[in-house]
């Protein structure tokens, strides 16, 4: 399907750019992208994979990750019954879920690769996206987040009362959104178009892909078994200890004057203040989230034996790989999304639809965005804050606007990164499931912000 549409939005945008005037525009924005997806996408995206792979390397060898996936064992079972239970695609499915849970973007896409190159270990027909790959994406792009974070700051730095307010709609947009993705990738895996290959058909086409030569696979999947010793009561200590500092830490942001802290905290607090509580603990959340996990996850692997530094390099090693085989992929989405924008397609839509959606009581203002939003992250920003400053922060329409941004996802963006790192061309029902859980947020947003703010 992702081939169909590809090529559908080249040849949309250059008889759109032909008829409106804008081709030397198009052309010009193409090839910025282009450079853009390398040198400003793709290897900056390196350098953050290398701390995270490096700190997931750590809580795999530490065990932290196994313990977490059992406790979610239940759940991902239902979810991904082709993944062995003890595999490590489950612990980084699940670390990659909980920071986006966080709102943690920087560290979930990382965790996310990580997840979909153990599950292309699995892959019995490489280059044909399995039924856990399509349903893990499904979930990231509708993925359930507590505090949209960025929405909330872009609608606290216009000026909004009450910033905060999107919280509960968004994470109730997000629930029937990922709830309807799951549910869309568990449907469509089912029909015979998006049925997987059969086994000999898929060894036929990867031996035409690799000249005639017969791929192996084995089919016992052998799951590491990883030995540590067990934390002694000085090592407790030491975790309780490093927890309740944090505990201190959260409480002097969210909570200004309750604790004396140094200058540099305590101007933190004191710019703050005139927040509100709820967003001087959000705010906070957000603060410390990163340096936590970037240093409890070490300190639990050394109490428990592991070799920390070498382990960490360990598993920064692999981000350099994974960034370049995403680039070729990563420019082809990109470049096609930047010729629709430069070509004028977005706007011929929004002129094209606008009377209908008004009729069902759709704020047209809206529309730009939510066509933008499965493909361009940077420009749906951009829309979003000129939606804020000419209709106001506080405005039905800009808290809609927000929790459709704080509950959607670039999808095209995340299949191509995603799927670029494991070099899965066949999609499979990973692009409908995706787009299927982006319209139930569009429209889960609206109906709750009428309802709530109405």
Same mark, same amino acid.
């Given at each position: 399907?992702?081939?169909?549409?590809?090529?559908?939005?080249?040849?949309?945008?250059?008889?759109?750019?032909?008829?409106?005037?804008?081709?030397?525009?198009?052309?010009?924005?193409?090839?910025?992208?282009?450079? $853009?997806?390398?040198?400003?996408?793709?290897?900056?995206?390196?350098?953050?994979?290398?701390?995270?792979?490096?700190?997931?390397?750590?809580?795999?060898?530490?065990?932290?990750?196994?313990?977490?996936?059992?406790?979610? &064992?239940?759940?991902?079972?239902?979810?991904?019954?082709?993944?062995?239970? /003890?595999?490590?695609?489950?612990?980084?499915?699940?670390?990659?879920?909980?920071?986006?849970?966080?709102?943690?973007?920087?560290? *979930?896409?990382?965790?996310?690769?990580?997840?979909?190159?153990?599950?292309?270990?699995?892959?019995?027909?490489?280059?044909?996206?399995?039924?856990?790959?399509?349903?893990?994406?499904?979930?990231?792009?509708?993925?359930?987040?507590?505090?949209?974070?960025?929405?909330?700051?872009?609608?606290?730095?216009?000026?909004?009362?009450?910033?905060?307010?999107?919280?509960?709609?968004?994470?109730?947009?997000?629930?029937?959104?990922? =709830?309807?993705?799951?549910?869309?990738?568990?449907?469509?895996?089912?029909?015979?178009?998006?049925?997987?290959?059969?086994?000999?058909?898929?060894?036929?086409?990867?031996?035409?892909? =690799?000249?005639?030569?017969?791929?192996?696979?084995?089919?016992?999947?052998?799951?590491?078994?990883?030995?540590?010793?067990?934390?002694?009561?000085?090592?407790?200590?030491?975790?309780?200890?490093?927890?309740?500092?944090?505990?201190?830490? #959260?409480?002097?942001?969210?909570?200004?004057?309750?604790?004396?802290?140094?200058?540099?905290?305590?101007?933190?607090?004191?710019?703050?203040?005139?927040?509100?509580?709820?967003?001087?603990?959000?705010?906070?959340?957000?603060?410390?989230?990163?340096?936590?996990?970037?240093? #409890?996850?070490?300190?639990?692997?050394?109490?428990?034996?592991?070799?920390?530094?070498?382990?960490?390099?360990?598993?920064?090693? /692999?981000?350099?790989?994974?960034? &370049?085989?995403?680039?070729?992929?990563?420019?082809?989405?990109?470049?096609?999304?930047?010729?629709?924008?430069?070509?004028?397609?977005?706007?011929?839509?929004?002129?094209?639809?606008?009377?209908?959606?008004?009729?069902?009581?759709?704020?047209?203002?809206?529309?730009?965005?939510?066509?933008?939003?499965?493909?361009?992250?940077? *420009?749906?920003?951009?829309?979003?804050?000129?939606?804020?400053?000419?209709?106001?922060?506080?405005?039905?329409?800009?808290?809609?606007?927000?929790?459709?941004?704080?509950?959607?996802? $670039? =999808?095209?963006?995340?299949?191509?990164?995603? #799927?670029?790192?494991?070099?899965?061309?066949?999609?499979?029902?990973?692009?409908?499931?995706?787009?299927?859980?982006?319209?139930?947020?569009?429209?889960?947003?609206?109906?709750?912000? &009428?309802?709530?703010?109405?």
């Amino acid at each position: 399907m992702l081939n169909w549409i590809w090529l559908a939005f080249l040849l949309v945008a250059v008889l759109v750019g032909g008829v409106t005037g804008r081709l030397p525009e198009m052309t010009k924005g193409a090839f910025e992208t282009a450079e $853009t997806a390398v040198m400003k996408i793709a290897l900056p995206l390196a350098g953050l994979m290398a701390i995270w792979l490096g700190i997931m390397r750590l809580a795999e060898r530490s065990g932290l990750v196994q313990g977490i996936a059992r406790l979610l &064992q239940p759940l991902m079972r239902r979810l991904f019954p082709e993944v062995p239970p /003890e595999h490590p695609a489950m612990g980084a499915m699940v670390m990659n879920m909980a920071a986006n849970l966080l709102g943690l973007g920087n560290a *979930a896409t990382p965790l996310g690769l990580r997840a979909m190159t153990h599950l292309e270990r699995l892959n019995p027909h490489p280059g044909t996206a399995t039924n856990a790959m399509c349903t893990f994406l499904a979930i990231n792009t509708a993925s359930i987040q507590l505090v949209p974070t960025t929405a909330i700051a872009l609608l606290a730095v216009a000026g909004s009362a009450n910033p905060t307010a999107i919280v509960p709609t968004a994470f109730l947009a997000t629930v029937c959104a990922a =709830t309807c993705g799951v549910f869309a990738a568990k449907f469509l895996e089912r029909l015979p178009m998006f049925r997987a290959p059969a086994h000999g058909a898929a060894e036929g086409a990867s031996q035409a892909e =690799t000249g005639g030569a017969k791929e192996v696979k084995d089919e016992v999947v052998e799951v590491e078994r990883v030995e540590v010793k067990p934390l002694s009561t000085v090592g407790v200590l030491l975790l309780v200890g490093f927890v309740a500092c944090f505990v201190v830490f #959260f409480l002097g942001l969210a909570f200004p004057g309750l604790i004396p802290f140094g200058a540099g905290v305590a101007d933190a607090a004191k710019a703050g203040a005139a927040q509100g509580p709820v967003l001087r603990s959000l705010s906070a959340v957000s603060v410390l989230a990163v340096p936590f996990l970037l240093t #409890f996850f070490p300190l639990y692997a050394a109490l428990r034996g592991v070799k920390v530094y070498e382990q960490f390099v360990e598993g920064a090693r /692999e981000s350099f790989g994974v960034a &370049q085989r995403i680039i070729p992929f990563l420019v082809a989405m990109l470049v096609a999304v930047r010729m629709l924008r430069e070509a004028g397609v977005i706007d011929l839509m929004t002129r094209t639809l606008g009377p209908v959606l008004s009729a069902l009581h759709f704020p047209v203002d809206l529309l730009p965005m939510v066509l933008m939003r499965p493909l361009s992250g940077s *420009a749906t920003q951009g829309l979003f804050v000129e939606v804020i400053n000419r209709l106001g922060p506080d405005s039905l329409t800009s808290r809609i606007a927000g929790t459709i941004y704080g509950s959607t996802e $670039t =999808t095209f963006y995340v299949l191509a990164v995603y #799927f670029g790192s494991v070099a899965v061309r066949h999609t499979r029902h990973a692009v409908l499931a995706g787009l299927t859980a982006d319209f139930i947020a569009v429209v889960a947003s609206v109906t709750l912000c &009428q309802l709530i703010f109405g």
